[in-house]
């Protein structure tokens, strides 16, 4: 970055006040694939499909860590996707007590049609950059949603 393209803090704010309800109004225009459309899914469903689109099935448990939300909550989004046909639950063959969440069969594409507009952009944007460049955008996102759960609690 030259120094006619350093920013104040002010000016960096200000920017990205500017620019966030733009991404995310255009990451809600992302189309529904028609096999999807009308099961009334929300962006936590999504992000919750993005991890078993990405690592594969995973338990309850897993995806709560990983949506940083109480296990309840997972289980009963699981629940509602699994009546729906999008998630199938199985019985863990090592530890019959748990059941292993996967994306159905026949969801699999629409769900990775649904996440690839976004995986392209992030793709396009990211390949450019160095990975501690790429490593610094994530903990700065990572970081001002704390910081934004930090000053909008009640």
Do not use: C
Request: proline share 5%.
């Amino acid at each position: 970055m030259s120094a006619r393209d350093a920013m104040t803090t002010v000016q960096a704010v200000r920017s990205m006040l500017l620019l966030m309800p733009r991404l995310v109004g255009r990451a809600k225009r992302l189309p529904i694939p028609a096999a999807l459309r009308g099961l009334d899914l929300a962006s936590r469903h999504l992000a919750l499909l993005a991890h078993l689109q990405y690592d594969g099935p995973l338990t309850v448990s897993q995806l709560a860590d990983r949506l940083e939300v109480a296990p309840t909550t997972v289980s009963l989004m699981v629940g509602d996707l699994s009546r729906h046909g999008i998630l199938t639950r199985q019985e863990d063959d090592a530890d019959r007590r748990r059941r292993i969440v996967t994306i159905a069969p026949h969801y699999a594409a629409p769900i990775n049609e649904w996440l690839s507009g976004s995986a392209t952009a992030w793709t396009e944007v990211l390949a450019a950059l160095t990975p501690a460049e790429r490593a610094t955008i994530v903990a700065t996102m990572r970081a001002y949603e704390a910081a934004l759960d930090k000053h909008t609690s009640t």
